[in-house]
Structure formats: C-alpha cells, structure tokens
C-alpha cells in the first residue's frame, strides 16, 4: 500500500477529493518563516517520544529510531542540506516526513497523544525563552557599556533640560544612568514574562487532551520547563505570552529611541556634546561634509515597527474563539522580527556606547547659558530664611536683570547681586558655580559625583 503520506500528497489528504491550488497552498503555508523553530520542533518531539516509551506508549526501539532520525535531520539543517517543502506546509510536517523517510514506522508513531496546536505552542514557547535569555544578556552588555561611559564621566558637567529648556546641571554620568536604569526595569520585565513562558503545552493535544496515558509532568521536566499549563483549551490557543513579551520588547525600544533621540541632537553640530564613532555612521551621497548618526535615526525608526508587531499581536488574539485556529500562525512573523530587531539594536548599541566621545568644554559652555544655577542661589536664599516662595521671586527679579544686562548670575558682583535681597552674602559664588550646584545634590538619586559613583556601585554589583 502506498504511504498516504507521501511528498505530494498532505497528511490529511485521504479526506479530501481536490488538492488545493498553489495559491492556496502558498497563501497557507508556513514553513518559510516557521523553520526557525526547527531546533526547538525537534527538541519538543524527543521529548515526546521519550515520555511516550517511559509510558509504554511507543517502544524503546521506536525511541531509539526517532532519536537516530532526528540527529540526522538536525546535522541536515545545519549543514543546509535539509530540503523544506512548501507542499508539507510547515516546519513540524517538514520534520515528521523526512523522519519517516528515514526512520520508517517509529516516524510515523511520533504524533501519537499530541496536535501539531500543542506542538506548536510548545515550540514557540522554547523559541521565545532563548530569545528572552539572550535578550536578557544584552541588556547587561548594554548597561554595563553604558556604566563605564557614566563612570568615565562622573565629574562632566552639562545642563540638564525641562521642555528642552535649561533647567539645572547635572553630571554626564548621572544622565546615563538613566538609561541604565530603564534597561534595568526592562531586564525585569523579560524576566517576569519569561516565568509566564516557560510552562508546557504539549499534553494538550488537539484542544481537549488525549486518550493516551502521558505524563505531562516528566515532559515539561526534560524541556525545563517549570510546570505544565493547566488548562487544554487555553493551552493551544492563547498567545498572551508572546504579546507580553512583545509589549516588554516595546518598552525596550522605547528607551532605545529616547536614547537615540539625544544622541542626534548631542551630535548635531549645533549642540556638539558627543560625537559618534566613524563605524556607526554614514556620509551623505551629495554633500561630502556630511556625518551622519544613522544607527540612533535607524534605531528610533524600528521602534515603530516593534510597536506595530505588539498592536498587530493583540489583533490577532482579540477576536478568537477558544480553541486553536489558524489565525494563530500569524503570530510568528511579528514575534520573531520583534526579537531580529531588538537583538541586533540592542547588540549595535552596546558596541556604540563604548564608541561615543563627550565632549566637556561644550556641555561646559552650554550649562553656562541659561541660569541654570538659579534654583541654588534660591535655595541658598532659603537656607539664610527667606521663605521658598519670596526667594523665587528674588531670583526671578535677578534673572531679569541679567537677561537684560546679557550676563550670568555668577558675573554680577555682590553689590549687584545684594540689590535683590539682603541676605546675600560673599559665600554666593560658591553655591553659583556648577560644580558646587551639581555637588550640593548629595543624596540618593541625585546627580552629584559621589552619587553617581554610588549608583555605578549599586549596578555593578546587579551585574555580576
Ligand atoms: N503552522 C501552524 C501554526 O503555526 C501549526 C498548527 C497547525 N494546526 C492546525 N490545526 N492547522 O499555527
């Protein structure tokens, strides 16, 4: 009897009194995008086999060939040997013919007590949690990068923006560990959603279970994972998980772009606080002056369409009925070009961060601009007992005149100064410098160099 499974035809076909046009069959097919999974199909399928024989379901031999089969194919899609075929849909009928081709019988015993739903679920879930652990790994790589610019930069002085405004001063460094500190949520935020993935379809079969006597536990303790799902109907049909993970992915490229946002403003010639090494920049086809932050540009511009693949994930979810349904093959393109995007970025900017130069005498000259001392000299005014209000208005008034007079606070001279209240003294100029408005900010969070070498600490031992 000729196999009902043969190349041409489907796993289904005995059903069925037509094939389905080509069209259809590409319009159906999954196998050019889900083939990346083949690793983790192969890994979920010994599994299996292995609960399956532990239970007296399949036989040992029926193991051993399974296992034998699959080392081949595996050594076959690594040495791009293996032919995918579009005619077998996806990457789980891809894996199970050629094992049948190989292995015979045991190939065909390999789907016994499972769905290709369940199947799939469980190797999306093993996919997404290496992705998450070496996205989590990135993350470290980033922040600690991103440590060593703050260190470097302790003491480097620039104005901090309100409304794009200058507010007051703040040390370079303390303004990079913000951004350490945002990768810091988004490395927890990977972590808790990896709790969420890391549970076991697989037993849930089509969606009701399975007649068979498996042992779900002992699978879900050869894939690593912590414990089973708990209910069949949930298990092959929501994708919540990778939703999570790609709103957590989203959050990761927000920051990116914020971060990339200040980057292009820094090098922009008009600002010129940093400059970004050669490797990660381009020249302009017509105007050969022209450097230009394309990976911060880039980067910014990605973030729309990691922003896009969570909305597009929601969509998909939000109108199905329980259980499985093919809506749910769409998942897999957002899911695995959210991953592509953040790794590379993440990858890319870690390198970048060790490839940028600060340049102090400007962030210097332009934290000289705009008062951005006059809140110490308020709270100096405050220290001798003025009340908070009156001394913000003093200042104001002081402000004014140096506007007028288009000069600093710190070039007016004590009798000018003392015009707007009494109980300015010579000590002034202290707290009007910047280094004694940055060190005066001494406390948990603030921006003063101790702190900032505090906090370097703090995150260094993090990442350990
Ligand atoms: N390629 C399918 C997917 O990605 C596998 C599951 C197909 N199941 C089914 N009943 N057609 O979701």
Redesign the pocket.
């Known amino acids: 009897m000729t196999s009902q499974f043969s190349k041409k035809s489907e796993a289904w076909s005995a059903r069925f009194s037509e094939p389905v046009s080509d069209l259809v069959k590409r319009y159906t097919a ?1 196998v050019f995008f ?1 083939n990346r999974m083949a690793e983790f199909d192969i890994q979920g399928s010994l599994a299996h086999a292995e609960m399956l024989t532990a239970q007296n379901i399949i036989s040992a031999q029926d193991y051993a060939d399974i296992q034998k089969g699959m080392t081949q194919i595996l050594a076959e899609i690594g040495s791009g040997k293996f032919e995918w075929l579009l005619d077998l ?2 990457v ?1 009928l891809n894996i199970e013919k050629r094992l049948t081709e190989l292995v015979g019988d045991a190939g065909k015993r390999l789907h016994t007590g499972r ?3 369940d ?2 679920a469980t190797d999306i879930r093993l996919y997404l949690r290496s992705a998450i652990d070496n996205i989590v790994t990135l993350l470290g790589d980033l922040r600690s990068a991103l440590v060593d610019l703050a260190e470097k930069n302790a003491y480097t002085i620039l104005p901090g923006f309100t409304h794009m405004q200058v507010a007051q001063p703040i040390t370079f460094g303390h303004h990079v560990l913000a951004y350490v500190e945002m990768f810091g949520r988004d490395t927890e935020r990977m972590l808790d959603c990896r709790k969420r993935v890391n549970r076991l379809p697989l037993g849930a079969a ?1 969606l009701a279970g399975t007649t068979f006597p498996i042992d779900r536990e002992r699978v879900a303790r050869t894939l690593g994972f912590d414990e089973v799902c708990y209910n069949s109907l949930d298990a092959v049909s929501d994708r919540d998980f990778a939703i999570e993970f790609c709103a957590a992915a989203a959050l990761i490229m927000t920051h990116i772009s914020r971060m990339s946002e200040e980057l292009v403003i820094w090098m922009s010639p008009r600002v010129g606080f940093i400059d970004i090494a050669d490797r990660f920049c381009t020249g302009s086809s017509i105007m050969p002056q022209k450097k230009n932050p394309d990976v911060p540009e880039l980067a910014r511009g990605k973030t729309g369409r990691v922003n896009g693949h969570l909305i597009a994930l929601l969509t998909l979810m939000k109108g199905q009925p329980l259980a ?1 349904n ?1 809506d ?2 769409e998942d ?1 393109e957002p899911l695995f070009d959210t991953v592509d995007t953040v790794i590379d970025t993440l990858r890319i900017f870690a390198d970048m961060a060790g490839g940028i130069t600060v340049k102090p005498e400007a962030m210097r000259a332009a934290a000289l601009q705009g008062y951005a001392t006059a809140t110490d000299l308020a709270d100096y005014l405050v220290k001798k007992g003025l009340p908070f209000r009156d001394a913000h208005e003093a200042v104001a008034l002081a402000v004014r005149t140096c506007v007028d007079k288009n000069c600093d606070l710190s070039d007016m001279s004590l009798e000018d100064l003392q015009q707007f209240s009494g109980l300015i003294q010579a000590d002034v100029f202290e707290v009007l410098t910047l280094e004694g408005s940055v060190a005066a900010r001494n406390h948990v969070g603030g921006t003063a160099p101790q702190q900032v070498k505090l906090a370097i600490a703090r995150v260094r031992a993090q990442l350990k």
């Open positions: 999954s889900d849909e996806d789980h769905s290709r739903n199947q799939v089509a499985y093919k749910n093959q897999k």
